[in-house]
T-cell receptor, first 113, second 117 residues
Framework: AQSVTQPDIHITVSEGASLELRCNYS??????LFWYVQSPGQGLQLLLK??????LVQGIKGFEAEFKRSQSSFNLRKPSVHWSDAAEYFC???????????FGTGTKLQVIP | NAGVTQTPKFQVLKTGQSMTLQCAQD?????MYWYRQDPGMGLRLIYY???????DKGEVPNGYNVSRLNKREFSLRLESAAPSQTSVYFC????????????????FGDGTRLSIL
């Protein structure tokens, strides 16, 4: 079975600084990868997805992620963080089919002035 | 454009009571899902419905039942609530999986916060 690891439970960055959130997955074949963001009291919103092709994918709100097969990683990045980016971020991996999407445990981002 | 609507938003139950969580989507999606979110555990799939008329168990189905009432609506029922079912419940929907079988992004409701005393 596939699994997803987000090693950082909580990250604090200064506004304007760069951001990288880590995601590692375990799956034998090519996975389908997602990053979602959850603001307090709300549901999850899709930031970006990777299915195939170019390993650097662009998403909404200025986020990007890079798929590295050799490292089994799909890290999320943003060059300059805004206070409104404070939220919880979830990486997810799918292996095809309707139910086989596994979510990581999330990384909570705090942005300080 | 409402997307995925969940009702109620908050609920407090006593142990042994029953209730139904409602979910409706207006995006004409085929697939619908119920998750529970607990601190430090991410989202865990309870049940899903690949298309109207079908439902299947996910990772943590015990203590729950579901009904896919029509294409728009997918309800989750707790027959006899237990304190271990205190959680935030999310409904999600997606288009049918891609031509190559790839999972499609899911659209989430804002959740139902359920406390069982």
């Amino acid at each position: 079975a596939q699994s997803v690891t987000q090693p950082d439970i909580h990250i604090t960055v200064s506004e304007g600084a760069s951001l990288e959130l880590r995601c590692n997955y375990s799956y034998g074949a090519t996975p389908y990868l997602f990053w979602y963001v959850q603001s307090p009291g709300q549901g999850l919103q899709l930031l970006l997805k990777y299915f195939s092709g170019d390993t650097l994918v662009q998403g909404i709100k200025g986020f990007e992620a890079e798929f590295k097969r050799s490292q089994s990683s799909f890290n999320l990045r943003k060059p300059s963080v805004h206070w409104s980016d404070a939220a919880e971020y979830f990486c997810a991996v799918g292996t095809g089919g309707y139910q086989k999407v596994t979510f990581g445990t999330g990384t909570k981002l705090q942005v300080i002035p | 454009n409402a997307g995925v609507t969940q009702t109620p938003k908050f609920q407090v139950l006593k142990t042994g009571q029953s209730m139904t969580l409602q979910c409706a989507q207006d995006m004409n999606h085929n697939s619908m899902y119920w998750y529970r979110q607990d601190p430090g555990m991410g989202l865990r799939l309870i049940y899903y419905s690949a298309s109207e008329g079908t439902t299947d168990k996910g990772e943590v189905p015990n203590g729950y039942n579901v009904s896919r009432l029509n294409k728009r609506e997918f309800s989750l029922r707790l027959e006899s609530a237990a304190p271990s079912q205190t959680s935030v419940y999310f409904c999600a929907s997606s288009v049918r999986r891609g031509l190559e079988g790839q999972n499609q992004p899911q659209h989430f409701g804002d959740g139902t916060r359920l406390s069982i005393l």
